[in-house]
Structure formats: structure tokens, C-alpha cells
Nanobody
Framework: VQLQACGGGLVQAGGSLRLSCKASARTSSSYTMGWFRQAPGKEREFVAAISYSGGTTRYAASVKGRFRISRDSAWSPVYLQMNSLKPEDTAVYFC?????????????????????WGQGTLVTVSS
């Protein structure tokens, strides 16, 4: 499974960006997918996750209410709509897929749950 994340860029604080993540094969994307990010000098951290149907989501406290993860169907790309961006949101954003489940579980916020990762897309928020 190959994942391709795109949509990053430079934006001013308070602005918005939408990231997308597409899997290489239709059937391979019908699982739980997540977004993580890694800021310079920091460990990678969980941002959001979505079940295969899109019906269940989970967010990190730091982005809840500002970011929205979505997918139109089990086989569509996964999107991360980021609003009210802050300089501390600056990071490389990675999408990932957990091929062991189609739902949100207690592991959905943990890197270890995910089997395949995209290459990352850089988001820079200027103050």
C-alpha cells in the first residue's frame, strides 16, 4: 500500500489548508486512517483518525474544534481540513493506514497501530 499526502504549504496564522491522502489501491484504503504530525525537534504526534466509513472520528485535544478529518466513502481519499491555524501547527503531516481495523479503537492515536505511512507534507504557519 502506498499513501500519497499532499496539500501542505505556507499560510498565515488564522488561515486554512486542506490536506488530502490517497491510497494506491481502492481496496487498500477501506480501513481506519489517521493523520500525524512532526514538528522540528519534536516527536511525531497524533492529530486525527477516521473509521473506514467516515462515521467515527477522533482528534487530538490540540486540534479539536479547528481541524476536521473526513472521507466521502471507504475508498475515497481522506482529507484533513485545518482551520484557524496557529504557528504551533507547523509540522510535517503524515497520513497512515491501519489495515487491522475499520473502526476507531483505543490504539487509533498511537503510531504503532498503523502499518503504512505516506511521505509527509509540510505545513508552515507564519505568525
Amino acid at each position: 500500500v502506498q499513501l500519497q499526502a499532499c496539500g501542505g504549504g505556507l499560510v498565515q496564522a488564522g488561515g486554512s489548508l486542506r490536506l488530502s491522502c490517497k491510497a494506491s489501491a481502492r481496496t487498500s484504503s477501506s480501513y481506519t486512517m489517521g493523520w500525524f504530525r512532526q514538528a522540528p525537534g519534536k516527536e511525531r504526534e497524533f492529530v486525527a483518525a477516521i473509521s473506514y466509513s467516515g462515521g467515527t472520528t477522533r482528534y487530538a485535544a490540540s486540534v479539536k474544534g479547528r481541524f476536521r478529518i473526513s472521507r466521502d466513502s471507504a475508498w475515497s481519499p481522506v482529507y484533513l481540513q485545518m482551520n484557524s491555524l496557529k504557528p504551533e501547527d507547523t509540522a510535517v503531516y503524515f497520513c497512515a493506514i491501519d489495515v487491522n481495523t475499520r473502526s476507531i479503537t483505543s490504539d487509533s492515536a498511537r503510531e504503532r497501530a498503523y502499518d503504512y505511512w505516506g511521505q509527509g507534507t509540510l505545513v508552515t504557519v507564519s505568525s
